[in-house]
């Protein structure tokens, strides 16, 4: 993500917002063009880190500028808000988050929780969570017929004899991480 293009492009806005009457200011042609390829480029940098944000960027663009030259104020502000959530800590936070999770709940999950889909996205993990538990089980058992769900949650990661040990199961903080992962 190019923070110095939005920082840019995000200033030139304040600039514009602190002078008087500022929807009303007549810009000319290349100003325009200058700003929709800025919108155009920061839409295509954040694609794959944000992808709503991206189609948001591309959405309010095309409806940034009335006729002569004018902003769509709502469209301003949109543009504005989403600008400033790019610049802050919790866009940072966002885009590190997903730099610890593996890329199979990447790959299922990613899309829809940055589209806002949440319960969607969880219950994909979930499902992907579900199937690696079951291919580790066949592959640690050699049978083809691997248990489901809760089954093989308590049976790969059992307190008391599991196929996978993440501790030592003598240790109540071995033994509590190890039911924690046969609780999930």
């Not at 007549?26 to 954040?46: A, F, R, Y």
């Not at 050699?142 to 240790?171: C, H, Q, R, Y």
């Amino acid at each position: 993500m190019n923070l110095e293009r939005i920082s840019k492009l995000y200033n030139k806005m304040v600039r514009f917002q602190s002078q008087p009457n500022c929807f009303n200011i007549l810009l000319l042609p290349q100003d325009i063009v200058g700003i929709k390829s800025d919108l155009t480029d920061i839409s295509q940098d954040i694609l794959k880190i944000f992808p709503y944000y991206s189609q948001e960027l591309v959405r309010l663009r095309d409806i940034l500028f009335l006729q002569y030259g004018n902003f769509n104020s709502v469209a301003f502000g949109e543009v504005y808000t989403i600008l400033k959530f790019l610049q802050s800590d919790s866009a940072k936070c966002e885009q590190d988050f997903w730099t610890y999770i593996h890329p199979r709940i990447i790959n299922c999950s990613k899309g829809l929780y940055t589209d806002g889909h949440y319960a969607e996205a969880a219950e994909n993990a979930f499902i992907e969570i579900n199937a690696r538990v079951k291919e580790l089980y066949r592959k640690i058992t050699s049978d083809i017929k691997a248990p489901d769900g809760a089954k093989a949650m308590t049976e790969v990661f059992s307190v008391n004899n599991p196929l996978l040990k993440f501790e030592d199961i003598a240790t109540e903080t071995g033994y509590n991480i190890q039911k924690g992962f046969m609780q999930m």
